[in-house]
């Protein structure tokens, strides 16, 4: 499974892997894939060099990459304070409520929010750049638009490639206007921030659209079909997120919610801004569903969004309160029904893929090819 791409990154197999767990990072790595750590939640540069030195000790000197959200449309020299008393009372009063109304105790004193979303703000995305670059990153991925120009300019000063993920060929043009190197066209199946186009249409319209860059596809990729698919689409590789989230290195802190994953079908999903104020696929639970009544006060804007269940989030995964527990994820899901290692899953993708290539192969061969 060698393309362009993955020759000039000297991996293994095509296969990306953006994980918030540095241990599946490291493994997705050593695995032959591309592991890809995302830094959204690292608010504490000390905490993201931390990670980062495990990962260099626990790769095997395999190439690995960084994933920041810096969202095209930022708020500028605002900081924390002044994004939290932009917030109506009648929201919070609404998160009160919905918590009170499922009994979810508070954090005991002393324990601070772990879900925080400050790393959606330019400033501390910026933190965590300049952590990285003194790391050897191979690969730099922007979430929520193209990075600014003095980051893909001191990205290619290091000789780290910039990516950028996108959900129409649109986004996709404008990435490469910005000197973004690779294209991850993520369609709407998948998890986190997704746009309303599924990868079967996304893939080749933005393959075409930004052609020769090289293109990942990514959203609804869990099987080695699927591998074999989005390569058939022009793609010079695939992008997983959801599937990682049940393997045995991931640390979700929750066995309740590995279980609900477990269980979850590829309809148990929802694309809400319950979560960010923005569209993510996550699975659909009685908070999402809150969030999303008509009766409701609707959810606010990146970022107030975020800074308002904060809080909420992190106590109900403190206490696995069941009926609001979630996470964003794909459609893909619905596949996920056993832990496997990281290993197991990439042995599974590359059987998987030959056997879809040999079929379609054998297939051509009887049309009379
Ligand atoms: C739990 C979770 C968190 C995510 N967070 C981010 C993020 O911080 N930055 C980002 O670029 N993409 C994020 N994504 C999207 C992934 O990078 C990837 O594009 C997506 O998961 C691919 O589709 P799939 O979920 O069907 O595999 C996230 C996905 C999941 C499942």
Do not use: C
């Not at 206490?319 to 899901?333: F, K, M, N, R, W």
């Amino acid at each position: 499974m060698q393309t362009e791409l993955s020759k000039k990154l000297g991996i293994e197999y095509a296969v990306f892997g953006f994980t918030p767990f540095p241990a599946v990072a490291a493994a997705i790595s050593r695995a032959g894939g591309f592991g890809v750590l995302g830094a959204v939640r690292y608010t504490a540069p000390d905490d993201l060099k931390r990670d980062l030195d495990w990962i260099e000790a626990h790769v095997e000197g395999r190439p690995y990459g960084l994933d920041v959200v810096m969202p095209a449309t930022k708020v500028e020299g605002v900081t924390e304070a002044d994004v939290e008393a932009m917030i109506p009372p009648g929201h919070r009063e609404f998160v009160r409520d919905t918590l009170a109304k499922y009994g979810v105790p508070e954090l005991p004193e002393g324990e601070a929010a772990g879900w925080r979303i400050t790393g959606w703000m330019e400033q501390v995305a910026r933190t965590q750049l300049d952590v990285a670059f003194d790391y050897p990153i191979r690969l730099l991925a922007n979430a929520l638009g193209s990075p600014p120009a003095d980051v893909v300019a001191r990205a290619h000063e290091r000789d780290v490639l910039v990516a950028a993920l996108a959900g129409s060929a649109r986004h996709a043009v404008k990435h490469r206007a910005a000197g973004i190197d690779v294209v991850v066209a993520q369609g709407y199946e998948a998890g986190g921030h997704t746009g309303e186009i599924a990868s079967m249409v996304l893939t080749p319209e933005v393959v075409d659209a930004v052609d020769p860059l090289p293109v990942l596809a990514a959203g609804g990729i869990g099987s080695g079909r699927q591998v074999a698919a989005a390569l058939a689409l022009g793609a010079q590789g695939v992008w997983l997120g959801s599937l990682w989230l049940t393997t045995t290195e991931a640390d979700l802190h929750s066995p309740a919610l590995t279980r609900k994953l477990l269980a979850a079908g590829s309809g148990d999903t929802v694309r809400s801004r319950a979560l960010t104020g923005k569209p993510a696929r996550q699975l659909r639970t009685e908070w999402t569903d809150a969030w999303d009544d008509p009766a409701g006060p609707g959810t606010l804007p990146m970022p107030l969004q975020g800074l308002l269940v904060a809080d909420a989030v992190s106590r109900v995964q403190r206490y696995e309160v069941d009926p609001l527990l979630g996470t964003p994820v794909g459609q893909i899901v619905g596949r996920m029904t056993e832990e496997r290692s990281v290993q197991a899953v990439f042995d599974d993708l590359t059987r998987g893929f030959e056997q879809a290539v040999d079929r379609v192969v054998r297939v051509a061969g009887r049309s009379g090819r």
